[in-house]
């Protein structure tokens, strides 16, 4: 697993399907630069840099109408910087930084006015409601625990834990214990013999 790079001509590389870099001009644009040759042995689009790299074999590809590569180095970045300015491009880190060098720390881009009112609006929204969890079992009734520990439900609340609920059982040694009901691991002492018995 790496860091991957990308030369992309959309706004967010991932998203690069309606401004692709067509393979044709990948191959177009290999075909003419002196210091990168394609090793079809690593696939029709992989082609090797013979720039000064601190790593034996910097290397560029292309897929999904972006090239990339995996850690470059600082020459390969410039490298890189230097395809995408003859391609109209940009180079993309994998969290969508810009790199404009290989010796100058990345930049962010800013958000649009659009997408900043965007994103304002769909913090507004209330959340939607949790749908609310009826209990297999009540109040007074014996349930057994994750543990298989048996117990006695003593209070259920089912608004508490912003509409999780909750519910409180107490052992038979007196012990007293609260578990979020969404997901507290009870099952009722009934139900979990008749299913034993299965």
Known sequence: MGYDLHITRAKSWSDSAAHQIAPEEWLTYVEKDTELALSFDDGPYFAKWN????YPAPWLDWSNGNIYTKNPDA??????????R????????????????????????KPSISDRLRNYLQAMRPAPRIKRTDP?????????DA???????????????????KVKVRYDDGREANFML???????????NVEECR
């Open 147 to 165: 543990f298989h520990k048996e117990t006695t439900v003593i209070e259920i609340d089912l608004e508490s834990n912003h509409g999780l609920g």
């Open 75 to 84: 020459a390969l970045i410039d490298k890189m910087v230097a395809i995408a």
């Open 51 to 54: 720039g000064k790299s601190e």
């Open 136 to 144: 297999p079992f009540q109040v007074g009734e014996r349930v057994l």
């Open 86 to 109: 003859e391609l109209q491009a940009s180079v993309q880190g994998d969290d969508g930084e810009i790199y404009g060098s290989g010796h100058e720390a990345p930049a962010f881009p």
């Open 182 to 192: 969404a997901s507290s691991g009870l099952s009722t002492v009934a139900k979990k």
